[in-house]
């Protein structure tokens, strides 16, 4: 017998039981769906997470001020005073074949007021490097200059989300809105960001010269800002970037060789590392989970296989009896658990895809189907076909002959 007939001899064998096979089947069909589903799921969480750090900023570095110990009381990290807007300053100025930009950030709540809409928002006071360093440009108008930065001039840029509420329908640039009751005037809107991999509203911010929050705002005559954030020109230069920042500014603090920092720095590759981690373990979990319904599909082949077996036993007989080598009723029977395996691979990659859109489209989820993850489900199937078809297979080619044909 040769192969295309072999082929069809068990196709006609699993046609005769429909309704048979397609159970048999369905575990296979299950798990390769649940496998697809999950992988898509999760592959495309991973992407809108890194999408949503890579939105913080180009190759980031964010350096806050360390613990402060009034009274044996710490108060943590970032509650400390000690850094300035010229440490930032310096780092962009000492450290520039590896910085590309650096601004301090300083924040403040505020009711933001425009004719009779009010919004409560955060006021982030930076400097001009600001949209080099965050990548984000402005949908209209123009950043603040220099020269607001040095006179603490009461401009400001808004995000989106404040421009819904203060402007509906309306171009805000220009316009002077009141936060607490002093005027600022609107040089423009940033582009739309949308929300970052906490969750936060990147679009609801007010964005003005840090000299000015600090001035107008928080009326402090101190220098003191709540972090840096520093851009470098290339995502290897972090481990490097983070010992000579740490270098400057323990020299700038003047502390001893003993003693601790007094900042701490924070990178997007430890947050992208963790939320990687983190995200691949659920994906594996989840996809281990589904694989189980693909070992009891692969159980229920060997057994209708074991049964379709002894059903059979005369046919069987009677092709040995005909000429019919072991080998060819081994692979009969293989080629048969293959085609029940295959064929619910099939189904459960087209369910399995059109599950995981349909979450996507209902939950607004982000779905990232890679024809690796459809291809190695769809050969998973078939291997589990030969595995779990090979013993009913080798026991029918085993069965004696004349035992067959006196089989009742």
Same mark, same amino acid.
């Given at each position: ?59 980031? !570095?964010?350096?806050? %001020? ?6 044996? /009381? &710490?108060? @943590? $990290?970032? =509650? ?98 009141? !936060?607490?009751?002093? %005027? ?6 940033? /582009? &739309?960001? @949308? $929300?970052? =991999? ?110 379709? /077996? ?99």
């Amino acid at each position: 017998m040769n192969l295309w007939m072999i082929f069809k001899v068990a196709l006609r064998a699993i046609s005769r039981n429909k309704t048979r096979s397609l159970l048999t089947a369905l575990g296979i069909i299950v798990g390769i769906a649940a496998v697809i589903a999950v992988v898509a799921i999760g592959q495309g969480a991973q992407t809108m997470m890194m999408s949503q750090i890579n939105s913080m900023g180009n190759n980031l !570095i964010m350096v806050f %001020p360390g613990s402060q110990n009034p009274g044996g /009381v &710490r108060g @943590g $990290s970032g =509650s400390g005073q000690n850094l300035t807007a010229e440490d930032g300053e310096s780092i962009a100025r000492d450290l520039q074949h590896l910085v590309r930009a650096v601004t301090p950030v300083i924040r403040s709540g505020a009711q933001a007021i425009y004719q009779e809409n009010n919004w409560s928002t955060q006021v982030q006071g930076v400097s001009i490097d600001f949209p080099e360093v965050r990548n984000w440009e402005m949908a209209s108008g123009a950043f603040f200059t220099a020269a607001d930065q040095r006179a603490g001039s009461r401009v400001c840029i808004i995000g989106q989300t404040v421009s819904d509420n203060l402007f509906p329908g309306d171009d805000p640039t220009g316009k002077s809105l009141r !936060i607490r009751n002093m %005027p600022f005037r609107v040089l423009g809107v940033m /582009v &739309r960001k @949308g $929300s970052n =991999s906490m969750g936060s509203d990147q679009d609801d911010t007010i964005i003005a010269p840090y000299t000015t929050v600090r001035r107008v705002l928080q009326n402090s005559i101190f220098n003191n800002v709540n972090m840096l954030l520093v851009s470098l020109y290339s995502l290897d230069d972090i481990p490097v970037a983070k010992v000579e920042i740490g270098k400057l500014l323990r020299q700038r603090h003047k502390l001893g060789n003993n003693a601790d920092d007094d900042f701490s720095t924070i990178d997007m590759t430890e947050i992208t590392n963790t939320i990687g981690s983190i995200t691949k373990l659920m994906t594996i979990l989840l996809t281990t989970v589904a694989s189980i319904s693909l070992l009891v599909g692969g159980i229920g082949i060997m057994n209708i296989m074991l049964v379709s /077996v002894t059903e059979r036993t005369r046919e069987i007989g009677l092709r040995m009896a005909v000429g019919a080598a072991p080998s060819d009723i081994l692979l009969q029977f293989i080629t048969e658990a293959m085609a029940l395996s295959t064929v619910g691979g099939l189904i459960g990659v087209v369910i399995g895809i059109v599950g995981a859109r349909t979450v996507g489209n209902i939950q607004q989820w982000p779905i990232l189907i890679t024809e690796s993850s459809v291809v190695v489900a769809f050969l998973f199937s078939a291997a589990i076909g030969v595995f779990f078809g090979f013993y009913p297979a080798l026991r029918a080619s085993r069965l004696n002959p004349i035992d067959c044909l006196r089989y009742e």
